[in-house]
T-cell receptor, first 113, second 111 residues
Framework: DTAVSQTPKYLVTQMGNDKSIKCEQNLGHDTMYWYKQDSKKFLKIMFSYNNKELIINETVPNRFSPKSPDKAHLNLHINSLELGDSAVYFC????????????FGQGTRLTVV | GQNIDQPTEMTATEGAIVQINCTYQTSGFNGLFWYQQHAGEAPTFLSYNVLDGLEEKGRFSSFLSRSKGYSYLLLKELQMKDSASYLCAVRGNTGGFKTIFGAGTRLFVKA
């Protein structure tokens, strides 16, 4: 019954590997996001999609590639993982890109060793 | 650009009232949000202000002054479970209506 679910919850991997994080929302929302929360707890927007269209693409290394096969899913693929990529990644969704609150997934704690 | 400032940490006593301030600078304004985040968990929505004034929701209230670039979150009748980080977030009106989060204020509620 989870509104926004992302998998996996924990991910430990070696430098140089490629990994994906999946996100799905069953709220019927049009807009989905990826945020990164680093060790200092800053929550930074990475990408946003509205009805499968990319609308926000922050200054993120191009090793990070989002994919939205439909408006209920937004996956994040990361190539050539680096130590600095270690963080908690949150997926979120909102009804639209206007003045509505975001609902967050439980987060994926990525540790690169 | 956008910039958000809020205190790093605050401590308050169970049953008391605490006010968490947030100041912001933004090139366009399209609303201010407060979220609560318990350690190791996802942020959850608390309140939204787009017009000046006070919005009350149970024990939590949020105030906004757009001319001053200022908001506060007021928590009344504090409970131990209110110990969490409180994130102030501002939505702009350009660039896809991007929402920028502050670093959060970590609130410790003591008995």
């Amino acid at each position: 019954d989870t509104a926004v679910s992302q998998t996996p919850k924990y991910l430990v991997t070696q430098m140089g590997n490629d990994k994906s994080i999946k996100c799905e929302q069953n709220l019927g929302h049009d807009t989905m996001y990826w945020y990164k929360q680093d060790s200092k707890k800053f929550l930074k927007i990475m990408f946003s999609y509205n009805n499968k269209e990319l609308i926000i693409n922050e200054t993120v290394p191009n090793r990070f590639s989002p994919k939205s096969p439909d408006k209920a899913h937004l996956n994040l693929h990361i190539n050539s993982l680096e130590l600095g990529d270690s963080a908690v990644y949150f997926c979120a969704s909102s009804q639209d890109r206007g003045n509505t609150e975001a609902f967050f997934g439980q987060g994926t704690r990525l540790t690169v060793v | 650009g956008q910039n958000i400032d809020q205190p790093t940490e605050m401590t308050a006593t169970e049953g008391a009232i605490v006010q968490i301030n947030c100041t912001y600078q933004t090139s366009g304004f399209n609303g201010l949000f407060w979220y609560q985040q318990h350690a190791g968990e996802a942020p959850t929505f608390l309140s939204y202000n787009v017009l000046d004034g006070l919005e009350e929701k149970g024990r939590f209230s949020s105030f906004l002054s757009r001319s001053k670039g200022y908001s506060y979150l007021l928590l009344k009748e504090l409970q131990m479970k209110d110990s969490a980080s409180y994130l102030c977030a501002v939505r702009g009106n350009t660039g896809g209506f991007k929402t920028i989060f502050g670093a959060g204020t970590r609130l410790f509620v003591k008995a």
